[in-house]
């Protein structure tokens, strides 16, 4: 990130909560780009995974931004044939139910919105401290300058029904459009 005028061409949501900044686009492993800007090469700064960073026991300084992320970020999926019914009882082990709850609606929500590859849609659902699912969801233009954003809350068996209403609620504020405008 450079301070004059950064350019957040492909990070939606970061130049509403910093319009100071610039994004630019920055490849390799954790430990290469932190060299990069240790050694101040073209960065003031970088966006990071709070979550990558300490799974690698790495501590910074640093400033933490509220951006949410692609739809079903960091969830890893098993699939198997169910003919192999040993197979399948394995990965039933792996199975966490509040995971599935959460990815449900945010994959509910995307669905209802009809993106395509190149879309910037972003959902990110938990369950919340009082147990209710929580599912915030926006769209924004290719260069972030306008978005749409929902914020809704349903019991975790409600998901699904949670992520069509969030879908549902970004396209009366204008989703359908913003999505229409970014070719595939």
């Not at 945010?106 to 190149?118: A, F, S, T, W």
């Not at 204008?174 to 229409?180: P, Q, S």
Request: one cysteine or more; aromatic letters at 4%.
């Amino acid at each position: 990130m450079h301070r004059d005028r950064q350019r957040f061409t492909r990070v939606p949501g970061v130049t509403q909560i910093r319009p100071d900044l610039r994004v630019e686009y920055l490849r390799g492993n954790v430990n290469s780009r932190l060299g990069r800007l240790d050694a101040g090469e073209e960065f003031d700064a970088i966006v990071l995974a709070r979550a990558g960073l300490e799974r690698l026991g790495v501590e910074r300084l640093g400033e933490t931004l509220d951006i949410v992320p692609a739809v079903g970020s960091g969830v890893l999926a098993v699939d198997c044939r169910r003919a192999d019914s040993d197979v399948v009882e394995l990965v039933r082990s792996l199975d966490h139910k509040q995971t599935r709850q959460c990815v449900s609606a945010e994959r509910m929500m995307l669905h209802g919105l009809q993106g395509h590859c190149n879309s910037p849609i972003a959902g990110h659902a938990r369950i919340e401290r009082d147990g209710q699912l929580s599912l915030r969801g926006m769209v924004f233009t290719r260069d972030g300058s306008q978005f749409v954003h929902s914020q809704e809350w349903a019991p975790p068996e409600r998901g699904e029904d949670l992520g069509a209403y969030v879908a549902d609620d970004l396209l009366r504020k204008g989703a359908r459009d913003l999505i229409g405008e970014i070719p595939h």
